[in-house]
């Protein structure tokens, strides 16, 4: 067996996977603005970071896609007038 052949491949198919990843991370985060999604609402991407840099520093972090009270007030008015 050619051992250098199989590292070649080896190489060349780690290669291809993270590129592939990067992609799949660059279109994600493009469907998401045109959505018009934070990146502190995205549940995958938040976790990925609690991952990354643990729970005790993310805890100083206060999340974005928390509503403060008073928009949840604001949804809850829009809500009965719409209704």
Same mark, same amino acid.
């Given at each position: ?7 070649t ?5 780690l290669l ?5 990843? !990067?992609? =799949? ?9 045109? #959505?018009?999604?934070? *990146? $502190?609402?995205? %549940?995958?991407?938040?976790?990925l970071?609690?991952? !990354?840099l =643990?729970?005790?520093?993310?805890k100083?972090?206060?999340?974005? #896609?928390?509503?403060? *009270? $008073?928009?949840? %007030?604001?949804n ?6 719409q209704?």
């Amino acid at each position: 067996m050619n051992e250098t052949y199989y590292l070649t491949i080896l190489r060349f198919v780690l290669l291809y996977r993270e590129c592939m990843n !990067e992609y =799949g991370w660059i279109k994600r985060r493009e469907t998401l603005n045109r #959505a018009k999604i934070t *990146e $502190e609402m995205d %549940e995958i991407l938040w976790s990925l970071k609690v991952k !990354e840099l =643990g729970e005790e520093a993310l805890k100083k972090i206060e999340p974005l #896609a928390e509503p403060s *009270e $008073e928009a949840k %007030e604001e949804n809850k008015q829009d809500g009965t007038a719409q209704q």
